[in-house]
């Protein structure tokens, strides 16, 4: 079956715009994690979803990402009024179960943002 | 707040030596500790994880309280083990939080 997928792949965007970015999880996994990969900060875990609940936001940078998931399945990570450090790739992975970090996780190809 | 010390950076050794990648972490609690790895041009992935003590691609990891390490050990090094490794550590996760915490990642190079 299909891995987990990620949209756009690429995105450029002007500093001050809202960037949307989206993940397909695996089609019944009930967990869903969103990650940053950048060169200044390396890997940085941003949220986890059990379900369409994500019961620990503090690990978004600022207030302005947002994340939500609806029916289980597609995530959404909003960042509004990019800032050049939100540059970097966004990776989402999904597990079959919610037992956090607990299941092998499924990586996505990542999306890879660049904030002019 | 937890950390986790990746002190190498780059990593160097010839095909067949034994490998050892160090993890050292910082936390109060009982911490889960995990070896992730990204080979090039390919999608991060799980490599092992301490609770399940289990031995992936001959790689093993002992979690060890004492020194506040987990560092990966490999035998006889293959070239296709060359990638990026990350160690990462979460909270237990009954401590009720949701977080899990990278080192800064170790380039493992393997010299034919």
């Known amino acids: 079956g299909a891995g987990v997928s990620q949209s756009p792949s690429n995105k450029v965007t002007e500093k001050g715009k809202d960037v949307e970015l989206r993940c397909d999880p695996i089609s019944g996994h009930t967990a869903l994690y969103w990650y940053r990969q950048s060169l200044g900060q390396g890997l940085e875990f941003l949220i986890y979803?059990?379900?369409?609940?994500?019961?620990?936001k503090s690990g978004l940078p600022s207030d302005r990402f947002s994340a939500e998931r609806t029916g289980g399945s597609v995530s959404t990570l909003t960042i509004q009024r990019t800032q050049q450090e939100d540059s970097a790739v966004y990776l989402c992975a999904s597990s079959l179960d919610g037992t956090l970090f607990a299941e092998t996780q499924y990586f996505g190809p990542g999306t890879r943002l660049l904030v002019l | 707040a937890q950390r986790v010390t990746q002190p190498e950076k780059l990593l160097s050794v010839f095909k067949g030596a034994p490998v050892e990648l160090k993890c050292n972490y910082s936390?109060?609690?009982?911490?889960?500790l995990f070896w992730y790895v990204q080979y090039s041009r390919q999608r991060l992935q799980l490599l092992l994880r301490h609770i399940s003590r289990e031995s992936i691609k001959g790689f093993t990891a002992d979690l060890n309280k004492g020194e506040t390490s987990f560092h990966l050990k490999k035998p006889f090094a293959q070239e296709e083990d060359s990638a990026m490794y990350y160690c990462a550590l979460t909270p237990y996760s009954g401590a009720g939080s949701y977080q899990l915490t990278f080192g800064k990642g170790t380039k493992l190079s393997v010299i034919p």
């Open positions: 979803f059990q379900g369409n609940s994500a019961p620990d």
């Open positions: 936390y109060s609690g009982s911490p889960e």
